[in-house]
Nanobody
Framework: QVQLVESGGGLVQAGGSLRLTCVCSGRTFSSYAMGWFRQAPGKERELVAAISWISGITRYADSVKGRFTISRDNAKNTVYLQMNSLKPQDTAVYYC????????????????WGRGTQVTVSS
């Protein structure tokens, strides 16, 4: 049983920065990778970034490359998403999730999800 709790969302002006945090607890030793997803109103949920616990291999959506950075602290069972140069298009609920396959896993492979944290970027 895994519990994921996101924090760090908020309201920020375009060009600003936010850092999201996901704290994992429970049966986390069985997970191989973590991902950040987002879902904007009226749009499908999409992968933002993913990271492997062991190797640190990362993946990013093209829309956030160069602006967002995913990282992890294995000792703290914590994953971060540093978001810089934010745009109004980044506005969404951001979800932390865990899978048992790897950083290249599809969304359907993520078994555990947090409740999300709202990120709003004003123009």
């Amino acid at each position: 049983q895994v519990q994921l709790v996101e924090s760090g969302g908020g309201l920020v002006q375009a060009g600003g920065s936010l850092r999201l945090t996901c704290v994992c607890s429970g049966r986390t030793f069985s997970s191989y990778a973590m991902g950040w997803f987002r879902q904007a109103p009226g749009k499908e949920r999409e992968l933002v970034a993913a990271i492997s616990w062991i190797s640190g291999i990362t993946r990013y959506a093209d829309s956030v490359k160069g602006r967002f950075t995913i990282s992890r602290d294995n000792a703290k069972n914590t994953v971060y998403l540093q978001m810089n140069s934010l745009k109004p298009q980044d506005t969404a609920v951001y979800y932390c999730a865990a899978n048992r396959q790897g950083a290249t896993a599809r969304m359907g492979a993520y078994d555990y999800w947090g409740r999300g944290t709202q990120v709003t970027v004003s123009s």
